[in-house]
């Protein structure tokens, strides 16, 4: 079983970096592989609501986007960590996001994810429930912690000593492993996941 571990931030080795460290060495401790996937710091488009993505399941702008769907499907599990900027995600995670989550369908249906933010001081909350929307649209288990996934601080050394958020990261980590056998030994069982509906949308402008 393997996780894949997103980080938004465009620092390769900051605050998030930090705290998806301490998620990866909980999961390498409960048995479960993990990578860490780097947005990084070249421009990235927001979605143009072109749809072509529906018919050919990756992006019509080929970039670091499906370079993640490119991995992805080999992945049974997702944590996406992006820092706080105006009490929001990044701009470049949110663009990734909504590429990714548009065109992502078929790879990310019903596999766990959870989602981490980084913050100096405030923001933390609003974010975190910003990245939770985009898992609760593509019949995602939601995997949480003990508190709100989130750590403090202005550089890597403040985010260890950042006690509480350091722990809340180690018990996300060993949820997710819990998580992940759960479904396994519910596979082994015969337990699959359930049939889809044919999606009705409703759109209230008559």
Same mark, same amino acid.
């Given at each position: 079983m393997k996780v894949l571990?997103?980080? *938004?931030?465009?620092?390769?080795? *900051?605050?998030?970096?930090t705290a998806l460290q301490e998620i990866a060495q909980t999961l390498n401790q409960e048995g479960i592989e993990s990578t860490l996937f780097q947005v990084g710091t070249k421009p990235l488009s927001g979605c143009l609501g072109c749809g072509r993505c529906k018919d050919k399941g990756k992006c019509v702008m080929d970039d670091v986007v499906n370079e993640f769907l490119n991995v992805a499907a080999s992945y049974d599990a997702y944590i996406f960590g992006a820092p706080v900027h105006f009490a929001s995600a990044n701009g470049a995670m949110i663009a990734f996001m909504d590429r990714v989550f548009s065109a992502g369908k078929q790879v990310l249906t019903f596999k766990p994810a959870a989602a981490i933010v980084s913050c100096r001081r405030a923001g933390s909350t609003a974010t975190f429930d910003q990245l939770n929307k985009y898992f609760a649209i593509r019949h995602m288990p939601i995997v949480t912690s003990q508190y709100w996934n989130q750590v403090h601080g202005n550089t890597p050394e403040e985010v260890r000593r950042d006690l509480e958020g350091m722990q809340t990261m180690r018990s996300l980590g060993r949820n997710m492993a819990w998580i992940l056998k759960c479904i396994e030994a519910g596979r082994q069982s015969g337990i699959l996941h359930p049939e889809h509906e044919t999606q009705i949308k409703t759109n209230f402008a008559r």
């Open positions: 571990l997103v980080n *938004g931030s465009p620092h390769a080795h *900051g605050c998030t970096y």
